[in-house]
């Protein structure tokens, strides 16, 4: 399979690099990382239990700074959700047969298909990935993706990606029930991402008093807006959810928590944002989710980054 990644940020990098072991894949990056790409390949490395025993491992894409008139049998979008408008104008100037969104929030699989004609699937990536610098990425989890339908149900596109995913060695699932496991993911983020990050402590600390049941809220509240949206997803399997991620990488950093230490716009839209605006068609009230979506908004605008 040929394949674009579009977004060779982290997980972009990481995802494109153990694709390319397998098959012909080009990188769409920043200028620093298709310089390092282009003059000595891409070094992915692992550290910790269980990470460590799969890597090093060398690939050698194709790089290019410029998304455009790019044809491949599949386009993997990596970008920041707040870049997918652009992102989708870009490939809408290419040929492609399926277009795989891997982007934290939702929203971003219709943005991509009111401009690319090609077919869009959902999708989530549950490896951890870190940029250590220009040319090299570290695995500092492994874990799987999940990829569907964007609106659920069986596609023979995406039993193909999966089987493409599969033979790069890459952990993966063809589920039916995208719109589920979207609103699971968002339910997931909502309750950790924008407390860590305006606590700046570690996934852990919503398993703990007082910030536990500060986050249980924020997702109970996102639950109830996917039942409203139509989409089954309890306030039990959020909350377990939840907390089963705040567990198995207590000790990380979540990406919105990275994004303010490093004073970079973050992904509140998309997540605690969209769930927010989701609720105000539905008529539902969202206290917890809209209070911090203010917060992170506020913290934005006071460093003009939005």
Not at 89 to 96: P, Q, V
Not at 285 to 295: H, I, N, S, Y
């Given at each position: 399979m040929n394949a674009v990644v579009f977004g060779a940020g982290s997980l972009g990098s990481l995802v494109g690099g153990l694709l390319a072991r397998e098959h012909d894949v080009t990188?769409?990056?920043?200028a620093d990382q298709a310089r390092a790409v282009s003059e000595s390949g891409l070094q992915i490395v692992g550290a910790g239990e269980g990470v460590a025993d799969e890597f090093p491992v060398h690939s050698s894409p194709s790089v290019t700074t410029d998304g455009t008139e790019l044809n491949a049998d599949l386009a993997v979008v990596t970008v920041k959700s707040f870049d997918t408008a652009a992102a989708a104008?870009?490939?809408?100037?290419?040929?492609?047969d399926a277009v795989l969104s891997l982007q934290n929030g939702m929203g971003n699989e219709a943005t991509l298909a009111a401009r690319v004609d090609a077919p869009v699937l959902a999708g989530t990536a549950t490896y951890g990935a870190l940029l250590r610098e220009p040319g090299v990425v570290e695995c500092t989890g492994l874990g799987e993706v999940v990829l569907g339908a964007r609106d659920g149900g069986p596609s023979t596109i995406a039993e193909r990606v999966g089987q493409a995913f599969a033979a790069a060695g890459i952990e993966t699932t063809v589920a039916e029930d995208m719109p589920r496991r979207l609103w699971e993911k968002i339910a997931v983020n909502a309750g950790i991402n924008a407390v860590t990050a305006l606590t700046e402590t570690e996934n852990g600390a919503v398993l703990e008093a007082p910030a536990n049941e500060l986050a249980r809220t924020a997702t109970r509240e996102t639950a109830r807006v996917a039942r409203e949206c139509g989409v089954s997803l309890s306030d039990r399997a959020a909350l377990a959810a939840m907390e089963a991620v705040a567990a198995a990488t207590a000790a990380n950093t979540s990406s919105m928590a990275q994004d303010l230490l490093a004073d970079r716009r973050t992904e509140i839209d998309a997540i605690h944002g969209y769930v927010v605006d989701r609720a105000a068609e539905t008529g539902l009230?969202?206290?917890?989710?809209?209070?911090?979506?203010?917060?992170i908004r506020t913290w934005e605008r006071g460093r003009d980054l939005r």
């Open positions: 990188l769409v990056a920043r104008a870009a490939l809408s100037t290419g040929s492609f009230d969202v206290p917890t989710v809209r209070t911090l979506t203010a917060l």
